[in-house]
Nanobody
Framework: QVQLVESGGGLVQAGGSLRLSCVAS????????MGWYRQAPGKQRELVAR????????YYADSVRGRFFISRDSAKNTVYLQMNSLNPEDTAVYYC???????????????WGQGTQVTVST
């Protein structure tokens, strides 16, 4: 079982920046892709950014591309989301996510953090 603990959320003015961190309870240096989802009130949870086990950022949502940057430090079992030029539409609960790829895909496992609130004021 993997536990994910997020931090770094908060209240920021439009145009500001925040950096979210997510620490995993076990080593994430292989067979784990990680990422960040977000869920705004009344909306579905959406994938914001994803990074492979090799450290390649392989997905950004169109709404955040060029403003948000995902990175990971496998030595610290940590993934980050640097969020710049924030706007009120970025207000949401942000969830850290990890997927472990088993040798047999039917045994792949998904893990979630508890979420951290990001609020962007005008």
């Amino acid at each position: 079982q993997v536990q994910l603990v997020e931090s770094g959320g908060g209240l920021v003015q439009a145009g500001g920046s925040l950096r979210l961190s997510c620490v995993a309870s076990i080593s994430i240096n292989s067979r784990f892709d990680m990422g960040w989802y977000r869920q705004a009130p009344g909306k579905q949870r959406e994938l914001v950014a994803r990074i492979t086990s090799a450290g390649s950022a392989n997905y950004y949502a169109d709404s955040v591309r060029g403003r948000f940057f995902i990175s990971r430090d496998s030595a610290k079992n940590t993934v980050y989301l640097q969020m710049n030029s924030l706007n009120p539409e970025d207000t949401a609960v942000y969830y850290c996510w990890a997927v472990h790829y088993a040798l047999n895909p039917k045994y792949d496992s998904n893990y979630w953090g508890q979420g951290t609130q990001v609020t962007v004021s005008t």
